[in-house]
């Protein structure tokens, strides 16, 4: 079983779309959740770590569901800068390893 | 905005070559770490580093990988006898303390021909 199963996508939408990515993960222990993005041959950038009690970012909003080990990440009003992979990130606590997903492609079109 | 630097930012290399591959982390950072990413998959930890040793390792960083710190500022990735399959891109990456995030750096393409 893959410890993070993430949709690859492509998801292609219109500028000023709203898009939701979902994401699961296998082990019940993980405490820590993030969002990365990443861009075509670029590093992984942090977008939001993921809280309990969900968070919103500007136009980036983030819910987990710990009892479905479930996490989302929804975005509004696309934009084209908004094109890239977005990569659903756990760890079990502080300075152990981050878990990667493969990650869920996206394509904002004009 | 501090960065972590990695050079070279490609290499390419004879199979069975040894290779070093460079970082720099942000210089109040404490934890180290390797990760890699095989073209079209995910992202995957090799070995984090903190006060002068592994803390952890994976599977993948068997021995023929190993890290050294060799003075303040550099923390370096060495694979003895290189395979093809070891092609990869490889990132650096280093944070503050623990349950803080990682700043991570724009990679070292390693291809093993």
């Known amino acids: 079983r893959k410890e993070v199963e993430q949709d690859p996508g492509p998801f292609n939408v219109p500028e000023g779309a709203t898009v939701a990515f979902n994401c699961t993960y296998s082990?019940?222990?993980?405490?820590?959740f993030f969002w990365y993005r990443q861009d075509c041959r670029k590093e992984p950038k942090l977008l939001m770590s993921?809280?309990?009690s969900g968070n919103e970012d500007g136009r980036f909003t983030a819910q987990l569901n710990r009892a479905s080990q479930y996490i989302s990440l929804l975005i509004r009003d696309s934009k084209l800068s908004d094109s890239a992979t977005y990569l659903c990130?756990?760890?079990?606590?502080?300075?152990?390893?981050?878990?990667f997903g493969k990650g869920t492609r996206l394509s904002v079109i004009a | 905005e501090p960065e972590v630097t990695q050079t070279p930012s490609h290499q390419v290399t004879q199979m069975g070559q040894e290779v070093i591959l460079r970082c720099v982390p942000i210089?109040?950072?404490?934890?180290f770490y390797w990760y890699r990413q095989i073209l079209g998959q995910k992202v995957e930890f090799l070995v984090s580093?903190?006060?002068?040793?592994?803390?952890?390792k994976s599977e993948i960083f068997d021995d023929q990988f190993s890290v050294e710190r060799p003075d303040g500022s550099n923390f370096t990735l060495k694979i003895r006898s290189t395979k093809l399959e070891d092609s990869a891109m490889y990132f650096c990456?280093?944070?503050?303390?623990?349950?803080?995030?990682?700043?991570f750096g724009s990679g070292t393409r390693l291809t093993v021909v």
């Open positions: 993921v809280y309990s």
């Open positions: 082990n019940s222990a993980s405490q820590s």
């Open positions: 580093f903190y006060n002068n040793e592994i803390s952890e």
């Open positions: 990130v756990v760890s079990n606590s502080g300075n152990t390893p981050l878990v």
């Open positions: 990456a280093s944070s503050e303390g623990t349950g803080w995030s990682y700043t």
């Open positions: 210089s109040n950072h404490l934890y």
